[in-house]
């Protein structure tokens, strides 16, 4: 059974059953007091006869007193001491023989079933003309209550019937407001499932109740799962493409010291060589695809930490002066800059705005530091080849590089600027970029300013 039809049965069933409860309290209720004025009135009408034969004497004029009074399919009698009949009229000869005769002095009533109808029996003694106590038995079919009865049970029933046919019309109606939106849920996954595509799901209102909301982490997750898929097939794709080459390089090299290695020693060097700077290329580049790869993944947690600009950029500059025979020329504030920044991480991001500063231009770069606000400010300004305006709003995405082959003679992979972006805004700093292309190219760093103690 499907959940829609679950939840209309369930709604309905759940009705019909208090309803049920319901009526029986009612009827039960109802059917006892409409019987016990049944019988105060057969209490009565007994009184009332009691009180005319007291006055009658003889047993003649008490039988016609009671021939005028019984009714139809009634019973009324004496009742000697001895329990047996003195004097009874009757119409209906079988509920005189299944009435049980009882003696009495005290006034009592109760019903009784004859023939599936039900009758009301009133006992009172009375004093007879002989000074003997007799009981006075009226009995009368509850004919008022009977038909009350049934017409109750019809009023119940089309009751009933009326509350529980529009519930469950209304329990359909809602449980498809409900069910729809699952529906159309499990359609989408499971046309996912089958395409192997990511598909979303139309949402007819903006914001809505809990079922919308569901639709919306749906198709956030959706775009979630979609971008990260993306992302590691551009991975795979330009890491294998990035490392096809030196590989296909090794094994060549690999290849021809096989057949020539032990007999020419030029050839020997030569691949040695080759195979080496290869093996470093290929060590330097799956660096820093487990660094980009780390990155995204620590990029919510970051501790409290202070690094002085001065020493951190110094260093790096005089690393880079001996690996490049390059001159830089730093001008500003030296002193004193403080920033919010792990040093590890800070080298990192000036190693990837050097390194880009000495592959894309040749002459000096230029290092500018101040202070703006909460910030500091480092712009890095190279006289190179610079970049397309176009390229710009990408080259901070992981493996873009605008021009591939220039990048792969100059040993780029683009993961570069994607690393260092991320870096930077995992404490909350920006990097700006700027570049006219055959001019300059500046790459400016907006780091906050750092309260602690270096470390
Ligand atoms: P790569 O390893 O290819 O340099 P990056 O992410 O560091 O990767 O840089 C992305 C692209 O941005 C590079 O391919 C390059 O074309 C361009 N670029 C970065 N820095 C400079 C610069 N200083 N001058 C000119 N182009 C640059």
């Known amino acids: 059974m499907n959940l829609s039809r679950k939840l209309t049965w369930f709604s309905t069933g759940l009705l019909l059953l208090l309803l049920i409860v319901v009526n ?7 059917s006892y007091n409409s019987q016990q004025a049944e019988l105060e009135r057969g209490l009565n009408q007994a009184h009332i006869i009691s009180k005319q034969i007291s006055e009658q004497a003889t047993v003649e004029e008490a039988t016609q007193l009671f021939e005028l009074s019984v009714v139809h399919d009634g019973v009324i009698r004496l009742i000697a001491e001895d329990g047996l009949p003195y004097l009874q009229t009757t119409l209906n000869l079988s509920l005189l023989r299944d009435l049980p005769s009882i003696y009495t ?21 009375i004093i007879w003309a002989d000074g003997s ?22 009023v119940l029933i089309i009751a009933t019937v009326a509350i529980l046919i529009p519930t469950y019309f209304a329990g359909k109606a809602l449980s498809r407001i409900i069910v729809t939106p699952i529906k159309n849920l499990t359609k989408t996954m499971e046309s996912i499932r089958k395409s192997g595509t990511f598909k979303k799901i139309t949402l007819q209102k903006e914001q809505g109740d809990e079922l919308v909301q569901v639709g919306h982490t749906f198709n956030h997750m959706i775009e979630l799962l979609e971008q990260n898929f993306k ?7 330009d890491a294998s493409h990035e490392l096809r080459t030196p590989l296909t390089v090794i094994e060549s090299y690999a290849k021809l010291l096989k057949r020539w290695g032990k007999a020419k020693p030029e050839v020997l060097d030569e691949s040695i060589e080759a195979i080496y700077s290869e093996s470093l290329r290929m060590k330097s580049l799956t660096n820093q695809l487990l660094d980009s790869i780390k990155n995204q993944s620590y990029l919510d947690s970051h501790g409290e930490f202070t690094s002085s600009i001065e020493e951190v950029l110094s260093e790096c500059i005089k690393n880079l002066k001996q690996a490049y025979q390059r001159e830089f020329k730093w001008s500003g504030i030296k002193e004193g800059l403080l920033v919010q ?3 590890l991480e800070l080298k990192q991001i000036f190693y990837i705005l050097f390194e880009n500063a000495i592959k894309y231009s040749d002459g000096n770069i230029e290092v500018t530091t101040k202070r703006e606000d909460q910030y500091v400010v480092i712009s890095i300004k190279d006289q190179g080849i610079g970049i397309e305006p176009d390229h710009i709003p990408f080259i901070f995405e992981r493996f873009y590089r605008v021009d591939e082959a220039r990048s792969r003679d100059t040993g780029g992979s683009g993961l570069g600027l994607s690393i260092a972006k991320g870096l930077v ?22 780091l906050p300013i750092g309260k602690g103690v270096i470390q």
């Open 24 to 30: 029986i309290g009612i009827y039960f209720m109802f």
């Open 105 to 125: 002095i005290n006034e009592q009533s109760e019903s009784m079933i004859h023939k599936n109808e039900r009758y009301g029996v009133a006992r009172i003694p």
């Open 425 to 446: 805004e995992k404490y909350k700093g920006d990097i700006l970029v700027k570049s006219e292309p055959g001019k300059f190219t500046i790459f400016t760093l907006k």
């Open 133 to 154: 106590v007799l009981t006075l038995e009226y009995v009368e079919r509850m004919n008022i209550h009977e038909q009350t009865m049934q017409m109750l049970r019809i």
């Open 341 to 343: 920044l792990n040093p």
């Open 231 to 237: 992302n590691q097939q551009r991975f795979i794709s």
